[in-house]
């Protein structure tokens, strides 16, 4: 079943919904992707800071749909967070951020073939 009421192909029962994710840390701070045909839903980022980090942030951009959106966490306490987006348009341009902190971004998107 095809999300956001938008079938980019005849949708049987049999369709595929495949998760997506992004990943960055201090090694690899920025990660990018982007949505396919059908976009995505259940978006979501989860971070995780280390006690004693100097400026932790966490940042997402999401750009799609004609409008952009930005998101981000500063001057974070330790542990762990999450931080929910729910839809993603077709075709957007997904930039996950993180500083003095680990990151990652999931969602899912439907596939058929």
């Known amino acids: 079943m095809c999300y956001m009421g938008y079938a980019p192909?005849?949708?049987?029962?049999?369709?595929?919904?495949?998760?997506?994710?992004?990943?960055?840390?201090?090694?690899?701070?920025?990660?990018?992707?982007f949505t396919g045909q059908g976009g995505g839903s259940?978006?979501?980022?989860?971070?995780?800071v280390d006690k004693?980090?100097?400026?932790?942030?966490?940042?997402?951009?999401?750009a799609g749909?004609?409008?952009?959106t930005t998101w981000k966490a500063t001057d974070v306490a330790a542990g762990f967070h999450a931080h929910r987006f729910g839809g993603l348009p077709p075709g957007a341009k997904i930039t996950l951020k993180a500083t003095d902190a680990m990151a990652?971004?999931?969602?899912?998107?439907p596939v058929c073939c």
Do not use: F, H
Request: hydrophobic letters at 45%.
């Open 9 to 33: 192909c005849w949708t049987p029962a049999w369709s595929w919904v495949l998760l997506n994710e992004l990943e960055a840390d201090s090694k690899d701070p920025t990660a990018a992707a």
């Open 42 to 48: 259940g978006a979501i980022v989860e971070y995780l």
């Open 52 to 62: 004693g980090a100097s400026s932790p942030a966490v940042e997402v951009d999401i």
């Open 65 to 68: 749909g004609g409008m952009t």
């Open 104 to 109: 990652r971004l999931r969602w899912c998107e």
